[in-house]
């Protein structure tokens, strides 16, 4: 651990790109962090809405929604998604009805975020102020953004088990229904060669002080977001240093489909593979710097060698005061190498 005469201050404008579960998980330690050591940063969010779907008629963004609620302390805990204190009435009334899809996990006070997101829309708002607006409720602590406010699907071509036919597959099916157990050969962002960064994310990006790439899934969460037109460029082009932390410990994810999707993509399944697909800084890539679990410490050399400063330090988020640590030992390795 860095004495407190190493530790860089933290930077003042701190802008994280965030997928789901992961990326809540690791805004809980960045907010620890900034609070233990009484810094005045600002954390602004740049969320993925690749996983955005459509169900019964109303606009789910499961990625937006579980950071709003993790941070706002309205999360299921143990779920990772969702409310606490959670029911389920409306989805079995729907399935009472034979209405499908049945396989998706609509909570009745999830429901209510839906309606109102979707009123909201309806009206003629963007889902950037759609999401400012639920955020009023729910004081996230930090500015919660949108990659972009067009639709932008995340769909996988898998090979479906029931007749062996391969067909397109939204996101939510593929990990849901099929819990990424089917066969999967592409994925595919639906809409993203049409979309548009918002005016405020490519100022998140510009004006930041420092960029985090939690551990979120470097192709479904991470990917999405750099699949938008512009804001790899401006990832590049900003003054900020970028540090990732990777999602991968000794060759497989932590939670979720990364292992299945990386292998989609040809990547390889490790600290390392996911560091060469972000790329270095100085080589045309994203990272100056990046984290890697104490697991894997024989990686450092090649991922150096890749062009990217790189450390192995414990990276289980087993609480917000061991995510904070590895925040810090991000910041450190950033300030160290910008
Ligand atoms: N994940 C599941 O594994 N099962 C579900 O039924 C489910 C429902 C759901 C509803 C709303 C929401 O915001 C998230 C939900 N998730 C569910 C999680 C979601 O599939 C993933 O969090 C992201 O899409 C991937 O990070």
Sequence with gaps: ??????????????????????GARFLQGLQRLIQRTTATSQITVIANTGDDIWMHGLKVCPDLDTVMYTLGDGIDT???????????HAKEELAAYGVQPDWFGLGDRDLATHLVRTQ????GYSLTDVTHALCRRWQPGVKLLPMTDDRVETHVVITDPDDGQDKAAHFQEYWIKHQAKVPAKAVVMIGADQAKPTQSVLEAISEA????????????????????????????ATKAPVAGISGIINGDHVRGMAKQLLEVISVEC???GVAELYGARSRGGLLDAWLID??????????????IACQAVPLWMT????TADMCQAAIDLAHRNA
């Design 78 to 88: 143990d779920r990772g998604w969702g409310r606490k204190g959670e029911t389920w």
């Design 270 to 272: 490790s600290a390392a």
């Design 120 to 123: 909201m829309l309806d009206a």
């Design 1 to 22: 651990m860095a004495r407190m005469s190493e530790r860089a201050i933290l930077p003042q404008r701190i802008t994280v790109l965030s997928g789901g579960v992961g």
């Design 319 to 322: 609480d917000p005061d061991a």
């Design 294 to 307: 104490s697991s894997d410490s024989a990686a450092v050399n090649r991922i150096s060698d890749a062009g």
């Design 209 to 236: 002080d420092l960029i985090l790439l939690p551990p979120s899934n470097p192709v479904v969460s991470v990917g999405a977001i750099l699949a938008v037109p512009g804001i790899r460029d401006a990832l590049l």
